[in-house]
């Protein structure tokens, strides 16, 4: 069973389209999060959210936007794509002084 | 300047040797991870550390809070562990926390 999975693993759009990326975790972590790899591997926040309390890194456009239906879901839409959100996106979760298990990944490129 | 100082950024290693991954921060934290993400591009946990040292087979992390510094060692290296190992800080206050803040990662190279 895994752990945190994400779909879709690859995705593929044209510039001005919006997309989702799927996470769920069957942890029963109480925190999860979306964070952005960029071309040169440097990981950065941009979403934490533990039912209670929604966390957005100011850097974040505000085209990104987290959905949460249940505390074992954490979806991230994207609105009008741009050519620099290429990137790989991780999903992550967490319990209160426990490690992070991560998913594998969504790379999503914008043509 | 990053809050979280990671070095060498590249490390090219022969099989069986002793290997020294540095880590040091600037920011208060409740606690630091070391990560390990293969070429396929999976993240994988290696240890969480709030204090003193940890060791896990030929993995072995230590912190000293004080100096606001960590090491990942690995003895007895092998070709296998080659891999980008992250450091991340969890900060400890405010709104942020829980969020992890990176470091740029080591890329390590084992060779036979």
């Known amino acids: 069973d895994t752990a945190v999975s994400q779909t879709p693993k690859y995705l593929v759009t044209q510039m001005g389209n919006d997309k989702s990326i799927k996470c769920e975790q069957n942890?029963?972590?109480?925190?999860m999060y979306w964070y952005k790899q960029d071309s040169k591997k440097f990981l950065k926040i941009m979403f934490s959210?533990?039912?209670?309390?929604?966390?957005i890194n100011e850097t974040v456009p505000n085209r990104f936007s987290p959905k949460s239906p249940d505390k074992a879901h954490l979806n991230l839409h994207i609105n009008s794509l741009e050519l620099g959100d290429s990137a790989v996106y991780f999903c992550?979760?967490?319990?209160?002084?426990?490690?992070?298990?991560f998913g594998s990944g969504t790379r999503l490129t914008v043509v | 300047k990053n809050e979280v100082e990671q070095s060498p950024q590249n490390l090219t290693a022969q099989e069986g040797e002793f290997i020294t991954i540095n880590c040091s921060y600037s920011?208060?934290?409740?606690?630091l991870h070391w990560l390990q993400q293969h070429p396929g591009g999976g993240i994988v946990s290696l240890f969480m550390?709030?204090?003193g040292k940890k060791k896990h087979g030929r993995l072995i992390a230590t912190i000293n809070i004080q100096e606001k510094h960590s090491s990942l060692h690995i003895t007895a290296s092998h070709p296998r562990d080659s891999a980008v190992y992250i450091c991340?800080?969890?900060?400890?206050?405010?709104?942020?926390?829980?969020?992890?803040?990176f470091g740029k990662g080591t890329k390590l190279s084992v060779k036979p």
């Open positions: 992550a979760s967490s319990r209160t002084g426990s490690g992070y298990t």
């Open positions: 942890l029963g972590h109480d925190t």
């Open positions: 959210y533990n039912n209670k309390e929604l966390i």
């Open positions: 920011v208060g934290i409740s606690a």
């Open positions: 550390l709030s204090s």
């Open positions: 991340a800080v969890r900060s400890g206050y405010g709104g942020s926390q829980g969020n992890l803040i």
